[in-house]
Nanobody, 121 residues
Framework: QVQLVESGGGLVQPGGSLRLSCAASGNIVEVYDMGWFRQVPGKERTLVARITSGGSTNYLDTVQGRFTVSRDNAQHTTYLQMNSLKPDDTAVYFC???????????????WGQGTQVTVSS
């Protein structure tokens, strides 16, 4: 069974930094896109950053220049480096990955359990 396990969330002061990790494991053939969403209670889940298998990236406008998404293909892991954090970045962050697995012929989307990021003084 494929699962994504997140870590790295916590409480940080405005202007601080945090790095989130998301490791996929299981019966994996290949991992395609990976990335991060975030959600505040009562609001829709929003795409924060994504990275393709080829290394191309996309970012939410409000985090561009502050956040960096990366991946380690050998470890099936994606990272979200968050710098210059603001209170508005407070949310639950969910990682996702598009994964081809045995015995399927097409990839499926998988989600991490979510990790809380709180930016407050």
């Amino acid at each position: 069974q494929v699962q994504l396990v997140e870590s790295g969330g916590g409480l940080v002061q405005p202007g601080g930094s945090l790095r989130l990790s998301c490791a996929a494991s299981g019966n994996i053939v290949e991992v395609y896109d990976m990335g991060w969403f975030r959600q505040v209670p009562g609001k829709e889940r929003t795409l924060v950053a994504r990275i393709t298998s080829g290394g191309s990236t996309n970012y939410l406008d409000t985090v561009q220049g502050r956040f960096t998404v990366s991946r380690d293909n050998a470890q099936h892991t994606t990272y979200l480096q968050m710098n210059s954090l603001k209170p508005d970045d407070t949310a639950v962050y969910f990682c996702y990955a598009q994964i081809l697995r045995v015995p399927y012929r097409d990839p499926s989307d998988f989600w991490g359990q979510g990790t809380q990021v709180t930016v407050s003084s």
